[in-house]
């Protein structure tokens, strides 16, 4: 297998997830580079909702959390680019957070601090209402040289086949797939289509064996299992 990257990395979170979740990836990560270089962005649920709700402003306080573990990371290990992790939602917030343009009056602007974005069942192409809040922004915004000074990967498992006549299972894919896209007769991790996370200047890999949620007893993209599936792009 080829030799695990040394450099810092910090783990953000999917929408909806909170950092204590992604500890079992951390363990995972940490048997191929030390642990201090691992650390996860300080996310709550209530990053995501708002209180009092207002979803719509979740990317600016996840960047916020973001930020200042990049930072602090940075700080620790001056001169070693930080890897970002981030899993599904968690990728369009660090996507719009490195294109360093005001996203609803707040932009960062990290230098040299991020060399790598990997993102794990990231949808960049979808029509749910929050999601395009970020996916929009994106668009209007990426320019090719942004890949020049960021490799990206975006990471995705196309497990699960959606089949709107087929098993239980089966069907369950085709609906959630059919809320990110148009076809929900296709490939994914249960929850996100794989086209979906194919991203133009990104470097598009598809695994084989791994599920969306973040769940005890399966084998997602934070499992020592699906850790190893990804882990040589790191």
């Known amino acids: 297998m080829k030799a695990v990257s040394q450099n810092p990395v910090v783990i ?9 979740l992604y500890d ?4 995972a990560l940490a ?8 650390s996860i962005a300080p996310v709550s649920l209530v990053d995501w909702v708002g209180f009092p709700p207002s979803p719509e402003r979740s990317t600016n306080r996840v960047m916020k959390a973001v930020d200042a573990a990049v930072i602090a990371m940075a700080r620790k290990f001056p001169g070693e680019p930080v890897t970002l992790v981030a899993h599904s ?4 917030v660090a996507m719009v957070y490195l294109l360093e343009q005001p996203f609803q009056g707040d932009v960062y602007h990290t230098g040299n601090m991020v060399g790598k974005l990997i993102t794990l069942g990231t949808p960049f192409h979808t029509h749910e209402y929050y999601a395009k809040i970020k996916t929009d922004f994106i668009f209007k915004h990426l320019q090719e040289d942004f890949f020049a000074r960021f490799r990206v ?3 995705v498992s196309d497990k699960y ?3 709107a006549q087929g098993s239980f299972v089966e069907k369950m894919c085709y609906k959630f797939y059919k809320s990110v896209m148009d076809d929900g007769n296709v490939g994914g991790d249960g929850i996100v289509p794989a086209k979906s996370c194919f991203l133009e200047g990104a470097e598009n890999v598809t695994i084989a064996d791994a599920e969306h949620l973040p769940t005890p007893h399966t084998r997602w993209y934070g499992t020592k299992e699906g850790v190893d599936q990804w882990i040589q792009w790191l």
């Open 12 to 20: 953000i979170p999917g929408v909806l997830f909170w950092d204590s």
């Open 24 to 27: 079992i990836m951390k363990d």
């Open 31 to 38: 048997v191929s580079l030390p642990k201090e270089k691992i």
């Open 89 to 92: 939602g968690g990728g369009t």
């Open 153 to 155: 990967i975006s990471v």
């Open 161 to 163: 086949k959606g089949n």
